[in-house]
């Protein structure tokens, strides 16, 4: 059943149900080929995966002509899956602007870090699978993104948790990714409970998993105040848990482990983002329920600053750059929390090119020096100047300077919360700040200075295979460094989309346009605010970091508790690691299932055991071996059989 | 003049007769004799029952007799083969002594 909504301007799109199938099933159709047939054909797994999430990207750009074409309007093929008594389950595909926009995002990020790993992942002893792996990952963000209800949604956002886990993993012989691996897993599972508990509450109480009839439900206020509200903070709870929010963020830094282009792919431009995606889909939900929209704009201020003041003190490149994907991720809740529909998205969109550009360079830094520690770097600038040109172009886009994509973004999340809640605007602004001290601080560790020497090859590791000189690091192979180009263009140029309000036009054209509220005009005034913040926090950074007029030890001798809090992490590892999982769980709970078994469970079976071994003690005297004796009791049997027989139906 | 309880009454008898010889006798011979003693009283009972009957049916309790006849004919000649068989091997047929199912 195909059913087509118009949008303002009364087209829909035209594009077949086939591409749009064709999306989700040619990078699917690379995995299962890589993991049947290709185990043994590394370097042909590799093509062949390009090839299909090349084919999906381009059948994404056609569908985004197309949904452009046709002004943002909405079409949603659904076809029966299962039935089972009330319970009906669709399997379909929905198209509009929000999801053309989250294809391309996807596909057209895969691809690029696709490529890159070809040099990254190169002599990698599970190249292959790697490939498999990452179509995996590729075939559900795509489903999940084009899924037209939140059945079909659920199993593709479970899908892509079982990829990252693989791939956080991917190197599983070291226990700490193994660890990292268990961690990011249960820690998203927790969010998951939230989801799968909004699911069961939407199904009870509205009766439909389709998209658009849970918007209608929600602005028709037919379900009452307290289930939508509960509905929306389920929701939030998945959204928290995948996209590392405040108080499940600990799992996305240690998901680091994993190789450099998954860092970028997943755990930076896409799979993090899928959270806020979900928010912005049932954005319709947010604006029924005030409560669970205060709840996610006040937790995403919350993660923007626990995210941007960790991301101050580490001093492992990739970690640095998984605590500002933790706090950019909160800029996009918080934008939520503040009627910016379309800004959260805009700023997702943005973030995607520059934050993928930034993890890319790290991971090319990586490749020279074999190290992510920046105390091991400094002066690559003029070593690897392809890298730092881009890293540093990343940098200015993340840290919002002038015009590149991530200013856009940034300004458009700070005017809507000074427009609705001047709280929310205050922490983001001071958060920006931080942003731009941090970033800066780890270029100035990285590419200013006297190189440091990396990190010496362990000849007798044999999990390594750096190639390599780390004393004398080289600009990485065109493989590399194209990919970093082309994303550049991107973190400069995907602002620009915005301009006249396009970008907002389009993807609010997804929601029903009673769940939107008026975008506040451009105002000068907070650009030129959020400008010299970033400018303040630049040259903060340039002032301790580069020139040393403030010694950075210094501060952390004043600042000492403060510091101490940042570098414990706020003691969030340690609380979940000691009251949780050791005094709740090993001490408490599993003691608990433990005498239960012991007793309970055991004792059952042992107790049945022991019955029928007394019982047999005493009938075994009646087993004599003599047959006539047997047949005394048949007859007996008998006779006693009829006398009942007889009193119940007497004569 | 004679009727049903009467023929049923012999029947009943006879039945009993044989199922105390059957579970009480010693040697396999005299057991086996009992239970023809409750095969012919079970034909006897049919036969009447199949005598006094007024149904449609009434010739099923002769054939049924007729089978039982032959079936026990058949049941005698095994028998008495595996009671000679018996005698070969544990040179004895008392039943109390053929208790080898008891462990």
Not at chain 2, 62 to 67: L, T
Request: net charge negative; glycine share 10%; charged share 10%.
């Amino acid at each position: 059943m195909t059913e087509l909504f118009a949008a303002a301007s009364g087209e829909v799109p035209g594009i077949s149900e086939a591409v749009l199938w064709a999306i989700i099933v040619a990078p699917l159709a690379a995995f299962t080929a890589i993991t049947l047939y290709l185990r043994k054909l590394p370097k042909v797994a590799g093509y062949l995966s390009i090839a299909a999430i090349a084919g999906s990207f381009v059948l994404s750009l056609i569908t985004l002509v197309d949904v452009l074409g046709a002004n943002g309007g909405i079409a949603i093929h659904t076809h029966e899956w299962f039935q089972a008594g009330p319970l009906e389950v669709a399997l379909g595909v929905r198209i509009d602007g929000l999801t053309a926009v989250m294809l391309v995002v996807v596909s057209s990020v895969s691809l690029l870090v696709q490529v890159y790993s070809q040099g990254y992942m190169e002599g990698d002893p599970g190249y292959g699978r790697y490939y498999a792996y990452m179509s995996l990952f590729i075939t559900a963000m795509l489903g999940l993104v084009l899924a037209d209800n939140l059945f079909m949604l659920f199993i593709f956002w479970e899908l892509v948790g079982l990829s990252s886990y693989l791939l956080i993993g991917f190197w599983f012989h070291k226990p700490s990714a193994a660890a990292a691996a268990k961690k990011a897993f249960i820690v998203t599972r927790i969010g998951d409970l939230g989801l799968l508990a909004a699911i069961l509450l939407i199904w009870t109480r509205g009766g439909t998993f389709a998209i658009d009839q849970i918007h209608d439900l929600a602005l028709a206020g037919t379900l009452g105040g307290t289930t939508i509200t509960l509905f929306g903070l389920g929701l939030f709870a998945g959204a928290v848990g995948k996209s590392a929010q405040f108080p499940l963020h600990v799992w996305l830094p240690d998901a680091m482990e994993g190789p450099t282009p998954v860092s970028a792919l997943i755990h930076a431009a896409t799979m993090v983002a899928a959270g806020v995606y979900l928010m912005a889909r049932f954005f319709p939900v947010l604006e029924a329920a005030p409560d669970a929209r205060e709840v996610v704009g006040w937790i995403g201020a919350a993660t923007v600053v626990v995210g941007a003041s960790l991301a101050l003190v580490q001093t492992d490149l990739k970690r640095v750059l998984a605590y500002s994907t933790i706090s950019q991720l909160g800029y996009m809740m918080l934008a939520l929390g503040v009627f910016g529909y379309a800004v959260a998205i805009f700023h997702l969109f943005t973030h995607a090119f520059f934050k993928a550009l930034l993890f890319l360079g790290s991971g090319s830094v990586n490749h020279a020096t074999n190290t992510f520690d920046m105390r091991r770097m400094g002066g690559l600038r003029t070593l690897m100047p392809i890298t730092f040109w881009t890293f540093l172009i990343g940098t200015l886009s993340l840290a919002g300077v002038f015009p590149l994509a991530g200013f856009w973004s940034k300004d458009e999340i700070l005017l809507e919360a000074w427009v609705n809640n001047k709280g929310l605007y205050t922490v983001a602004a001071i958060a920006s700040f931080v942003t731009a001290l941090y970033m800066f601080r780890a270029i100035f560790m990285t590419f200013f200075g006297e190189y440091k020497g990396g990190e010496a090859v362990d000849h007798e590791d044999e999990d390594s295979h750096f190639h390599g000189d780390p004393a004398h690091p080289h600009e990485s192979s065109w493989v590399m460094t194209v990919p970093l180009l082309i994303l550049t263009a991107g973190a400069i140029a995907a602002g620009w989309w915005a301009w006249g309000k396009e970008f907002h036009h389009f993807v609010e054209a997804a929601v029903p346009a009673e769940a939107l509220h008026k975008a506040p005009d451009f105002s000068y005034w907070i650009a030129i605010t959020s400008s010299l913040i970033a400018v303040a926090g630049i040259g903060t950074a340039w002032a301790i970091y580069h020139r040393g007029l403030v010694s950075s030890t210094e501060i952390r001798r004043i600042a000492f508790p403060l510091a101490a809090l940042l570098e414990r992490k706020f003691f969030l590892d340690d609380l979940y690691e000691r009251a949780f999982a050791v005094q709740a769980f090993q001490r408490g709970w599993n003691r608990l299932v433990e005498q239960f078994d012991t007793f309970a469970v055991d004792g059952t079976v042992n107790g049945v055991g022991w019955v029928g071994q007394q019982s047999s003690r005493v009938l075994r005297h009646a087993q004599t071996g003599q047959v006539q004796l047997y047949g005394a009791g048949i007859a007996a049997g008998v006779f006693i059989v009829a006398i009942i027989v007889f009193i119940a139906n007497p004569l | 003049m004679l009727t049903l309880e009467h023929f049923l009454t012999v029947g009943v008898l006879l039945f009993c007769l044989g199922l105390v010889i059957a579970l009480s006798k010693r040697n396999a011979i005299g057991v086996l004799m009992g239970i023809e003693l409750m095969l012919n009283s079970v034909n006897l009972t049919l036969i009447a029952f199949s005598r006094f009957s007024t149904g449609p049916a009434e010739i099923a309790g002769h054939a049924f007799v007729a089978f039982v006849i032959t079936v026990a004919a058949a049941e005698a000649a095994v028998a008495l083969a595996l009671a000679v068989a018996v005698y070969r091997s544990r040179q004895t047929v008392e039943v109390d002594q053929l208790d080898l199912l008891r462990s």
